[in-house]
Structures are given as C-alpha cells and as structure tokens.
C-alpha cells in the first residue's frame, strides 16, 4: 500500500512537480512511479484535488496534462457503486466514458451535459437531500434544494466541515495565490475560483451559448472523482464496509 509518506518520497525520488510554473513534453509522469492499485485511498484523494489545481491556470484556462487521463481511467476500472445513488452508478460511469470518447462533438457533449447534473446531485446530497425520503420532514426539506443550483450548492459544501471540504478550500485557495501573484483583482478572482468556474459553464450550456466542452467535462470528471473519494473516506470513518 503506498500511503501518503511513501507517496512524498516518490515525488521526490522521480522529480514530479505538483505546482509547477508550465507544464511541458518531458516531465515526470505519475504512471511511471505509481501503480494505482497500492495507493491508499488518502493519496488517491490527494491526486483528485492536486490534478484540479494542476491542470488549471487562472491565465490561461484548462489545461489536461496526460497524468488526468491516467486518474480518470483508472477511476472507472474500479467505480463499483455510487455513494449518493446507487441506481446512478452506471448514468455517472458512462457520462465520464463519454467525456473521455475521442468523439468531442458527440459523446464528450452529452457526458458534460449530464456531469453538470451528477455534480450538483452530489453536493445537494452532501447538504441533506435525500433521494428517497422516508417522512414528512424529509420531503419538507428536500424542497430548499429545489431552487438552489451548483455553484451556491458547493460553497455550502466548502464551508461545511465535510473531508471534500479541505480539498475544495485547497483548491480554491490556490487559484487566489496565482491570481494575487499576478496582480488580477477581486471580480477576476470571483469567476476563476471553483464556484464562479461552476456557475459560468453550466450558465452557459444551460442556455445554449455553448455546447463545446471538453476540458471544462474533464475539470467536472475529477471534481466528481474527489467527492467519490472523500465520501469513500468518511464511510470508511464510520465504519461502512460498502467502500
């Protein structure tokens, strides 16, 4: 099993940069030092998030260095069950398959689309909504969902004291580095964290001013492989054996 300490000396040992300044042809490649199988789940939620980071720059957008793929493939070998609802374990496997299709203007169109959907499902279901409700009270309170979209469904997320929280703080805090570091203000800053990135792509798709998004899917595939992982770990925490 290779933890987070045995992760860290790797790094080190084959020159991987987490943050670095470019990414370019020749560096070092998570696949060529880490077998997905002995990671830890720890690790495999610290690559989720350090590969959102890695692969976005506020500057110049999405970027999706083949260490993304590696993660995302290897995800879906072993996505058995879904943590929020089982019954949409296949819709989310196949959405991410089709996000990862060499067919941009077909499948990785539509995988998108429905991703937007599983990933504000994901973060209502952090927040308290349930699928089945089983009183009155519970139906009751499904209702503030209704009017509640994704990016105001992950900042309650951010500020709740889940694990994902951490990482999404992680991520968030990082894009405000880069943008102080190169001088961008606050109204630049408010569209390039997660939620403004949220809430613009998924404005834009649901009214049709752009239906072309592969990286912006590929950006979703790993936040919805994070919240797996992070619920995989709470599970875990109290004892599930579902994981």
């Given amino acids: 099993m290779i933890a987070m300490e045995k992760y860290t000396q790797l790094i080190e040992e084959f020159d991987f940069e987490e943050n670095p300044a470019v990414i370019y042809d020749g560096m070092a490649m998570l696949e060529n030092f880490l077998e997905f199988e002995k990671l830890s789940l720890e690790v495999k939620i610290h690559l989720s998030s350090m590969l959102i980071r890695r692969s976005v720059a506020v500057n110049t957008g999405i970027y999706l260095p083949v260490d993304v793929d590696w993660l995302i493939n290897n995800f879906l070998k072993e996505y058995k069950i879904d943590f929020a609802d089982r019954s949409r374990t296949g819709l989310h496997k196949r959405a991410i398959e089709m996000i990862m299709s060499d067919k941009m203007f077909e499948d990785c169109i539509i995988g998108t689309t429905y991703m937007f959907t599983a990933i504000e499902f994901f973060l209502k279901h952090k927040l308290g909504y349930k699928v089945y409700p089983t009183n009155k009270i519970e139906g009751e309170n499904n209702q503030r969902f209704n009017t509640m ?95």
């Fill in 149 to 243: 979209s994704i990016g105001p469904a992950y900042l309650k997320v951010k500020k709740s004291n889940f694990r994902v929280s951490r990482e999404l703080h992680l991520i968030d805090n990082h894009f405000k580095e880069q943008s102080e570091n190169m001088g961008y203000g606050k109204e630049f800053l408010e569209f390039h964290l997660l939620q403004g990135r949220l809430n613009s792509y998924r404005n834009i798709s649901l009214h049709g001013h752009n239906q072309f998004f592969h990286s912006e899917g590929t950006l979703l595939a790993l936040l919805f492989i994070l919240l797996h992982y992070c619920e995989a770990h709470e599970l875990l925490e109290k004892g599930s054996t579902v994981c």
